[in-house]
């Protein structure tokens, strides 16, 4: 099966499910509102970006609870879409996405547009 994530975002940002004809709502406990392009559901999580610049997690755990967990803060990553950052390590710019260590990212030749790897 899997989880279907309803998010609001900006000002008064919500997270919530739909459980058996029920709404569950998650206690909110992020720092920051959630943009309206920075969520993105990998496995049967949903990973947010809020505008404090903080990476969390959001999991569903039947039949009342949605779990947020903070995952880490942003440093000099930027945003690709879909979830997806980058950021220079080791004078390489590497991709990956924000539910990954920025360390196991994907090496980008960017001149040429290409993944390498």
Known sequence: AGTIFYVKVYNNSSIYVLHNGQKVTAIKSWDGPIGWDRHECFGDAL???THSNKI???TFHPPNEIRITFIRELQGESYNYNM?????INGR?????ACDDPKN????DVGK???IG
């Not at 710019?93 to 996405?97: A, D, E, L, M, S």
């Not at 990212?105 to 980008?108: A, F, L, M």
């Open 84 to 88: 997806l950052l980058s950021r220079e």
């Open 47 to 49: 990973y947010f970006w």
């Open 105 to 108: 990212g994907i090496i980008v």
């Open 113 to 115: 547009g290409m993944l």
């Open 93 to 97: 710019k590497v991709i990956y996405r």
């Open 56 to 58: 969390y997690k959001a």
